[in-house]
């Protein structure tokens, strides 16, 4: 009776397609990082180590239930992916100001990583297209270098919105131009969708990131100053209410 539904589950791989929704998610989803990781370590005062030993557990948990599913889940996946983002935000903000290596400094050994995490996977089993996400090495791999892109992201955000001087919003409108030219690029141009699909994949987490700190810091610093909490569970109701109300396929897998 399980064969066939077995047999099935084996064209898919363990991520959902990617489609408009996919990406609103993955915004809102790193503007919540953003939000939920200031909340942990600036409003509750645990400070950035703290923090990122706290999402680094929960992003652990959550990697090792995504891997263990037998299939694709979406909640499974997006609860992933969020703490991907938190321990990304707290992780970024500990290297850039608490090691002192700065944003530039930070932002160039996280793209380090980040690359040495793409070659890694791809050397080993020869393709890093989210299609062929479906066995446990290729899923760790995944979430390796999903982290890495999510802690660059939380560095990039900042860099540009205070050492570049370009504030939130100008921040907002400098990564919102550049995935609308990745967008061009994957619908008018021979250059490779896994490529173009990673450099979105960056790019959106700084957008959420400057969003973030947009919506929750003091009006001084050119930010809102709403609360952390209510922004944080406002976002999470909106991810919760898409996948309620769109429900995602998961990815065909390729051969």
């Known amino acids: 009776m399980n064969a066939p539904r077995a047999m099935d589950d084996e064209r898919f791989a363990k991520v959902p397609q990617v489609t408009l929704l996919f990406w609103i998610i993955k915004i809102a989803a790193t503007t919540l990082g953003e939000t939920g990781g200031d ?46 983002t938190t321990v990304g935000t707290t992780l970024a903000d500990f290297a850039d100001r608490s090691l002192g290596i700065g944003y530039a400094g930070g932002s160039a050994l996280l793209l380090t990583l980040l690359f040495a995490s793409l070659y890694a996977w791809h050397r080993t089993l020869g393709s890093v297209s989210i299609s062929s996400v479906s066995g446990p090495r290729a899923e760790w791999f995944y979430w390796v270098t999903i982290m890495f892109s999510q802690t660059l992201g939380t560095a990039l955000g900042d860099w540009t919105a205070d050492t570049a001087g370009l504030g939130y919003l100008g921040s907002a409108a400098i990564f919102t131009a550049l995935l609308a030219l990745v967008a061009v690029a994957y619908c008018r141009t021979a250059l490779s969708h896994t490529l173009l699909f990673w450099a979105a994949f960056v790019l959106t987490r700084p957008l959420g990131a400057v969003v973030g700190d947009f919506l929750d810091k003091p009006r001084a610093a050119g930010g809102l100053a709403l609360s952390r909490y209510a922004a944080s569970a406002v976002l999470l109701l909106f991810i919760a209410a898409c996948l309620a109300l769109f429900p995602q396929p998961a990815a065909r897998r390729s051969h």
């Open 39 to 84: 909340a942990v370590s600036m409003s509750m005062n645990l400070g950035y180590l703290v923090g990122t030993g706290i999402f680094a557990l929960l992003f652990a948990a959550a990697v090792v239930c995504q891997v263990r599913a037998r299939r694709f889940h979406a909640t499974l996946y997006w609860t992933t992916i969020i703490a991907t």
